[in-house]
């Protein structure tokens, strides 16, 4: 799936999800946070697709450190490393967790 595609699938999604956690579930004060999770790739290598949601969530009037922080956490290619990577993403309150291929 090319970036494009990718950014047309996920980001409407996001949005809607985004909408209603936005409209209800964080305390008073509170950002929603948005978790980014890859299973697969580096820092380097994912930091374009991360930019593209970023853009698209800001096209959408959502944006990372305004109204909504973006998470990132990224394995380094060590797949064994993602369950305590999600668990930190838990601790960190999240609203809605990404975890694109």
Known sequence: MDLVRFVLAVVPTLGVVLG???SGA?????MPRIGYLPSAGTSASVQPTLEAVRQG???LG?????NVIIEARWAEG???????LAAE?????IT??????
Do not use: F, I, T
């Open 89 to 93: 993403l838990w601790d960190r309150s």
């Open 96 to 101: 809605w967790v990404d975890l694109p291929p």
């Open 20 to 22: 209603a956690a936005v």
């Open 26 to 30: 964080p305390q008073s004060g509170q």
């Open 57 to 59: 969530l800001a096209e």
């Open 78 to 84: 060590r797949v064994e490393r993602l369950p305590e």
């Open 62 to 66: 959502y944006v990372d450190g305004r």
